[in-house]
């Protein structure tokens, strides 16, 4: 008898659990969305859930929430983790939909990915449940940028060895991968956004930069790069020997992924100088000043024997005491092309010219810019020579010419004097 009643006692309470699961609410948790999407490391997402009971007939009584923040997520101590939603009941088909929203701060060194975070509820008559959600954290810009660049020596001659020194720095909270920087010395990028393309348009695009790659390629890679890292790569270039004097400007393409595999790809450009102080010499070329002559021209010869064109040469004669300027104590004459030369000529009167020979201080000063625009002012101090006409060429003619006149008067006065004498007889 004992034995039946416990049976019956144990039915019964299996019924009652029974109605009860039957009859217990179904709590549906679902994220609405997260603002923004995605969100990078350092920064607030503002995450919206919605919370509905879909079992009809059913109530979930003093309904709670409590956001589990491990690891990268926190809340600021103004937020609240624990939320009272009170009953919760099933309305029929509309259900009874609430929404909670939490604004949750991601850690600045969170990584890059899908990371986890738990919503758990609890009512009356049960303990916390857990549903976890996917946060899509993501660097919003994974930035590399070019920092500096560096050329050593900063103008490069033609036909000369240089080093290119380009640093990057990952401006990004998250490590970049596979990094790869490449000169473009071909235009290669260049010519690839080209569709009617002939072979006379790709040869000069190949050879319009007049650099050349030494002991490396134009291409390089490292396999990563943190936050705020730096790398410095370098190049050794050779400048063409006929390379015109100016700046070129070298596209540079950077290539990397972030931690999403998703990859980047940066087109930029650097500035590279060809180029060197001109190489001028001042002589003079020639004078029609001799002693005993007090005025005349003195022509000075400007040679350029560097590899750079000198560009509004101005040249100017400084004041003496040894002689006057007549006309002209400034001569602008223009561009003087390498390997090239141009005269100017001075008007002056010595004022003093007796009939020694002497040398006079003959100072010139010039003004003068190279192909990049570089001003230039050199003084140079040359000599003037003061020579007599024998040493300048001038006796033979000059002296010739007296003796023929000379010879010739006596012979006429001879001729004269012998038919007048013999007249008389």
């Known amino acids: 008898m004992r034995k039946q009643i416990v049976f019956i ?18 709590i549906e948790v679902t994220l609405l969305n997260q603002d923004p999407d995605p969100v990078g490391p350092g ?19 003093d309904f709670q929430v409590m956001l589990d923040t491990k690891y990268p997520f926190s809340l600021d101590s103004g937020e609240e983790v624990l939320r009272s ?28 990915g899908t990371n986890n ?16 959600f996917d946060v899509n954290v993501q660097t919003l810009d994974a930035n590399l940028a070019i920092v ?12 000369e060895e240089a080093k290119i020194n380009i640093k990057v720095k990952n401006m990004a909270d998250s490590t970049l ?14 010519l690839s956004q080209v569709s009617a393309l002939t072979a006379t348009d790709s040869v000069a695009a190949f050879n319009a930069l007049p650099f050349a790659p030494l ?11 943190g936050p705020g890292q730096e790398y410095e790569f370098s190049y050794d270039l050779i400048a063409f020997s006929d390379a015109e004097s100016k700046i070129y400007k070298v596209p540079v393409q950077l290539s990397y992924y972030d931690e999403l595999q998703t990859q980047y790809t940066k087109n930029d450009v650097i500035g590279l100088i060809v180029g060197t102080q001109p190489d001028m010499s001042v002589v003079i070329d020639e004078t029609d000043i001799y002693v005993g002559k007090r005025s005349g021209t003195v022509t000075v010869k400007f040679i350029n024997k560097g590899f750079s064109d000198i560009k509004f040469l101005d040249v100017t004669l400084a004041k003496s005491d040894a002689f006057e300027t007549i006309c002209c104590d400034e001569i602008y004459i223009g561009n003087v092309d390498s390997d090239d030369y141009e005269t100017a000529d001075f008007k002056i009167y010595l004022n003093e010219n007796g009939k020694a020979e002497k040398k006079i201080p003959f100072k010139v000063v010039t003004e003068y810019r190279d192909a990049n625009n570089n001003i230039y002012r050199d003084e140079h101090d040359l000599e003037l020579n003061i020579m007599s006409p024998a040493k300048l060429g001038m006796q033979t003619s000059s002296g010739g010419f007296f003796w023929v006149v000379l010879l010739i008067i006596a012979v006429v006065v001879g001729i004269w004097y012998f038919r007048r004498r013999k007249k008389k007889k």
């Open 117 to 132: 975070i738990r919503l758990n509820y609890k009512y009356r008559g049960i303990d916390w449940v857990g549903v976890e």
């Open 177 to 190: 991968k596979d990094v790869t920087m490449k000169l473009d010395l071909t235009f290669s990028y260049v």
């Open 148 to 159: 500096s660049v560096e050329t050593l020596p900063e103008k490069i001659k033609p036909g």
């Open 43 to 61: 920064e607030y997402v503002e995450m919206r859930f919605s919370i509905s009971n879909s079992k009809q007939g059913t109530l979930a009584e």
């Open 9 to 26: 006692g144990i039915m019964l309470i299996l019924v009652i659990v029974g109605v009860r699961a039957i009859d217990a609410p179904e």
């Open 215 to 225: 002991g490396s390629a134009t291409e390089q890679k490292i396999f990563s790069l």
């Open 85 to 112: 939603l009170g009953d919760l009941p099933a309305l029929g088909a509309t259900k009874n939909v609430i929404v909670v929203k939490y604004r949750v701060r991601v850690d600045d060194n969170a990584v890059e």
